[in-house]
């Protein structure tokens, strides 16, 4: 099976990837995620699309990474205002 992406559709995509990553292993001790072979797979075409300043290859984890500035375009924002909005309704 083949997906065809446009380019805001995958830069969309990194941040879906990204978000749900976060939301099923940020509570993990172990660092693991069980989405890890997923987004490895989507994370790979980031060169393909112009997007190698968002997610690089660290040859030491032998896997693509986020970088700061992907972090820096929002997807934080979308994470701090979550974190926000569940304190609220917690009364924290």
């Known amino acids: 099976m083949k997906i065809h992406f446009t380019k805001k559709e995958y830069r969309q995509l990194l941040d879906m990837?990204?978000?749900?990553?976060?939301?099923?292993?940020?509570?993990?001790e172990d660092d693991s995620s069980p989405y890890e072979t997923?987004?490895?797979?989507?994370y790979a075409h980031a060169k393909d699309f112009a997007f190698d300043d968002l997610i690089v290859y660290d040859k030491g984890m032998?896997?693509?990474?986020?970088?700061?500035r992907f972090e820096e375009q929002g997807v934080m924002r979308l994470?701090?205002?979550y974190e926000a909005d569940v304190a609220q309704r917690n009364g924290l």
């Open 38 to 42: 997923l987004r490895e797979k989507i």
């Open 62 to 68: 032998e896997q693509h990474c986020e970088t700061a």
């Open 17 to 28: 990837v990204f978000l749900a990553d976060w939301v099923a292993s940020a509570h993990r």
């Open 79 to 81: 994470i701090m205002e």
